[in-house]
């Protein structure tokens, strides 16, 4: 137990004792999301463009600190899908999504200008992100759900359904490698998943609300927005029911990215030595 009170107590000044460096890049790549209107996490179906700006600096070549903002846009439309119930429920959503996200990555193997020029990588953390999604009508007009309560959200008689926030947590995670170019840049290809502590990222989550209701109280549009298989020729008239299901609240709503970074490496300007290995004391058991 000494000895490894010990190696903790050393740790940071083995850190200190090595090279840190920074990178920070631009990224471009693509977004998708999965949730009630898109039950799968890899579809065939809407793919939308992403950038990011990521900033990072490494304690040492293997640890590192990492922090960026992106931009990207998420659709889906139960139109592209292959469940019947969804399919003539009709509903499709969009959505810009703003995020900041922090947390640490870790190299596994420590990056070297000279000699390790390639490694792969794990990151995690935590993120906000701003959303606001949107729907089309039959004319192309763009309406944001949220101030129609689709789901009763905010209505007196429905008590236990509040309006959702637009502003939410993510907890980001995954990976990619590091290919250096020369000894400045790095590209990056890297893929990244993110879980969301909201189930209202397509507006969608709960069972239906009586549509005489929300007619009542918030327009025709809500109405209209809410429930869209009255549009499809093979409507037989009927609206859902009250407490019909409409979305799965049992989980929350993922987004992704896949992009491909550019990133400045800065310890490799005018340097071309490599890291300086700091020899951190080993302890043995007799």
């Known amino acids: 137990m000494k ?10 000044l083995c850190l200190r004792a090595q090279d840190t460096h920074h990178e920070i890049g631009l990224g471009l790549g693509l977004a998708n999301y999965q949730g009630d209107l898109q039950p799968k996490m890899f579809a065939s179906e809407g793919y939308r463009p992403m950038g990011t700006i990521v900033y990072k600096f490494f304690m040492s070549p293997r640890i590192g600190l990492r922090t960026g903002v992106s931009f990207a846009q998420v659709t889906a439309a ?20 703003f995020e900041f996200h922090g947390g640490l990555e870790f190299n596994f193997l420590p990056i070297d200008i000279l000699k390790r020029k390639v490694t792969p990588y794990i990151f995690g953390g935590v993120g906000v992100f701003y959303f606001n ?29 509040k309006q959702y926030s637009l502003v939410n947590m993510s907890f980001p995670f995954g990976g990619g490698f590091k290919f250096f ?78 992009n491909i970074t550019v990133t400045v490496y800065f310890r490799s300007f005018g340097n071309k030595r490599a890291y300086t290995k700091t020899k951190c004391p080993n302890f043995y058991y007799r």
Do not use: C
């Open 78 to 97: 139960d139109s592209n899908g292959r469940i019947s119930n969804n399919i003539k429920r009709n509903l499709s959503f969009g959505s810009n999504i």
């Open 181 to 258: 170019i020369g000894n400045t840049i790095l590209i990056t290809p890297e893929i990244g998943f993110r879980y969301t502590n909201t189930d209202y990222l397509d507006d969608v989550s709960k069972s239906y609300v009586n549509m005489d209701t929300l007619k009542k109280y918030k327009g025709n549009l809500a109405k209209s927005m809410s429930y869209r298989g009255d549009k499809l020729k093979e409507w037989d008239g009927n609206n859902p029911n009250y407490g019909y299901q409409r979305g799965d609240s049992k989980a929350n709503d993922w987004y992704w990215f896949t």
């Open 3 to 12: 000895r490894v009170l010990l190696l903790l107590a050393l740790l940071p």
């Open 133 to 161: 999604p949107y729907a089309e009508d039959n004319a192309g007009n763009k309406h944001f759900l949220r101030p129609l309560s689709t789901e009763g959200q905010g209505l007196p008689m429905y008590p236990d359904r």
